[in-house]
């Protein structure tokens, strides 16, 4: 099996051109130039056997596994590989088949760098951090969402009215969850024209820009219909389940959005099937950077403390990602360099068992570029949404001004009732 061994050069220098992949490979009884051989080829251009029709020119193209350290090693991918501006393709190749070969026990892409010209290639976000704070007319906290609970089952008037109350409790924004689309109980285009009712009203009574993470997600055709619709009540939102629309509908659904001058919130629902083993699949990382790459405004990240898994490294690697416009190499963090240049940044979104009480912990990790999605930790206050609502506003307010939670308590009746209830619980 020599020719896979073509696939390995470590006095190869990867040009500026060159999309670079890091991958953590653990060997099937095979030793590890040969396994990394492998996983080169088949995300390039070889095959089992020696091939007749393999000339210089193609050859000339072949990935190239040219760093290694440990079981850790660098492959550079030649951009005439790919399609520029179809990361489908670009994930067709590079997470293709390899993930399934008998040549390796585990195997794990951790990050990619994308060259210069595969980013002129695609939109990136539309508003980014800056530009979703300019039209909230929000600066200097955290910006936050809630999703009704129970997350599916309302009827579009209770949903509707708990919306309000989140609103007018000091909720920036509304959020559809991720099994929300188009169910009899509570019809898109019903639940669309309800919630805008109820924006309205609630801006009138509060002074505050309110919107909606309405959830589109559908067949491609019937997304940008929904997302005609949501246009049409005036929400400057959209949000997609980016992992089970895939990219090719989300990139169809940025392109709707570029025209239509409305942001992207991104789910990753389902993401854990290939994120959450750590020896084996595609890290959230990798996930993000391409969403942000594609053009998402907004990413669930997790919460480190919340009820979902993510370490504390891991969660505040993707947080900076998202984030920064430049990111310096850590390999043994399993993080490649990166310099976004002209793509934005994407407002990293802390969610997953959050509540008033531990607000301070998150902000303290994350600063106040993020936004905060409560869920139970709104409607399950003692005193319903709007006060849950107001709870989380006086606890982030209240961090704002450097005041300690405890003592915001003396002030407010409504965070002393969350934390009554909740105290600085970490859901599991």
């Not at 919107?211 to 997609?240: H, P, Q």
């Not at 994120?275 to 594609?294: D, E, F, Y």
């Not at 934005?344 to 802390?350: D, I, Y």
Request: glycine share 8%.
């Amino acid at each position: 099996m020599s020719q896979y061994l073509d696939f390995v050069d470590m006095k190869y220098k990867p040009k500026k051109d060159d999309l670079i992949c890091l991958f953590r490979i653990e060997p099937n009884g095979l030793s590890f130039n040969d396994a990394i051989g492998r996983v080169a080829a088949e995300s390039s251009n070889g095959t089992w056997t020696t091939l007749s029709t393999l000339k210089p020119h193609i050859r000339k193209i072949r990935g190239r596994a040219f760093y290694r350290k440990g079981n850790l090693v660098k492959i550079a991918y030649p951009s005439e590989l790919f399609e520029l501006g179809n990361m489908a393709q670009v994930y067709s190749a590079i997470a293709g088949n390899i993930f399934g070969m008998k040549a390796v026990d585990n195997l794990r892409l951790l990050d990619i760098d994308f060259p210069d010209m595969m980013m002129k290639s695609f939109r990136g976000p539309q508003f980014g951090i800056e530009g979703v704070r300019k039209f909230m007319k929000v600066k200097g906290r955290p910006l936050t969402a809630t999703v009704p609970k129970p997350k599916v089952g309302m009827t579009t008037r209770e949903h509707a009215k708990v919306g309000y109350d989140a609103w007018m409790g000091g909720i920036d924004f509304l959020k559809d969850d991720e099994n929300l689309t188009d169910q009899k109980f509570n019809r898109f285009k019903a639940r669309a024209k309800a919630c805008a009712k109820m924006r309205d009203k609630a801006e009138k009574k509060t002074g505050e820009i309110k919107d909606y993470f309405i959830n589109v997600t559908a067949e491609s055709k019937e997304m940008l219909k929904r997302a005609k619709i949501a246009k049409n009540y005036g929400f400057k939102y959209v949000m997609c389940d980016i992992v089970t629309a895939g990219w090719s509908g989300l990139q169809t659904l940025r392109e709707h959005c570029q025209d239509s001058k409305q942001a992207i919130h991104a789910h990753r629902a389902m993401h854990a099937t290939f994120t959450r083993n750590p020896k084996h699949g595609i890290s959230m990382l990798t996930l993000a950077k391409s969403a942000r790459l594609v053009g998402v405004d907004n990413i669930h990240i997790g919460t480190v403390i919340g009820k979902l898994v993510g370490t504390k490294d891991e969660v505040l690697n993707l947080e900076r990602e998202m984030e920064y416009h430049s990111m310096r190499e850590d390999f043994k963090e399993g993080i490649l360099e990166e310099d976004w240049k002209r793509i934005k940044s994407v407002f990293p979104c802390s969610s997953g068992g959050l509540h008033p009480g531990i607000l301070p912990e998150i902000m303290d990790m994350m600063g106040k570029n993020i936004m905060v999605q409560l869920g139970g930790g709104i409607h399950g206050h003692p005193d319903g949404t709007k006060s849950g609502a107001m709870a989380t506003r006086q606890a982030i307010d209240a961090y704002i001004r450097k005041v300690k939670i405890k003592e915001a308590t003396l002030i407010y009746p409504e965070l002393t009732r969350a934390l009554n209830k909740w105290g600085h619980e970490k859901p599991v």
